[in-house]
């Protein structure tokens, strides 16, 4: 009797991503599959909170300019199902983005990131996300550390990122691009006996 002939089909990195579990992100970075759980809580406060003030004045303009589009965790197709990152948080201004993507993937490369550090990912969102935004021309990364409790703020000058800002602890601050906004610091951290759980 015949024997099956086995499938000679190698998936694509995409493929394997879209195959990831549920409760798993995955990343296609430098031809890399990169896979991290969900996020732990104090990351999504932070998350949260941002998106409270950025997403309510430039997203929604209540209380602010408009203008933007602002969404957690958008699947971003630098180059189609080959480059993918998932940020933690990005921004289109409109008149780039009028209309919105009718799938999950987003092709317009962000005017802005955010990247919300953990011990796990940090390393990560440094040492190969941030290469990767300035290559495709996002002009502003932010990247938030919930445990030292700090914001790096960056700003994209020809292909390289100038730091515009670090702030930390309770300060009050209005930074590029969102300067419509006064961000407390104090209210994106959780109290100190909560540590972050890695994520």
């Not at 990343?27 to 909170?49: F, K, M, S, Y």
């Not at 445990?147 to 994209?156: A, D, G, K, N, S």
């Amino acid at each position: 009797m015949p024997q099956p002939v086995p499938s000679t089909h190698q998936p694509t990195l995409y493929e394997a991503l879209e195959a990831l579990p549920e409760g798993v992100v995955g990343e296609i970075l430098n031809g890399q599959l990169h896979t991290q759980p969900r996020p732990a809580i104090p990351h999504a406060h932070v998350a949260v909170r941002f998106d409270r003030s950025i997403g309510r004045s430039y997203g929604d303009g209540i209380d602010g300019p408009g203008g933007w589009w602002i969404f957690p965790e958008p699947e971003v197709h630098f180059v189609r199902d080959v480059e993918v990152a998932v940020p933690d948080l990005a921004g289109w201004h409109r008149e780039r983005m009028p209309i919105l993507p009718t799938g999950h993937r987003v092709e317009v490369v962000p005017d802005w990131v955010c990247e919300i550090l953990s011990p796990s990912t940090k390393r990560k969102d440094r040492k190969d996300k941030m290469p990767l935004y300035a290559r495709y021309g996002v002009q502003y990364a932010w990247l938030t550390d919930p445990v030292e409790r700090t914001l790096e703020v960056y700003r994209l000058n020809g292909n390289t990122w100038i730091e515009v800002g670090r702030f930390a602890g309770a300060d009050q601050v209005r930074i590029p691009p969102f300067e419509a906004v006064s961000i407390d610091l104090e209210g994106l951290w959780l109290p100190q006996q909560l540590r972050l759980v890695e994520r």
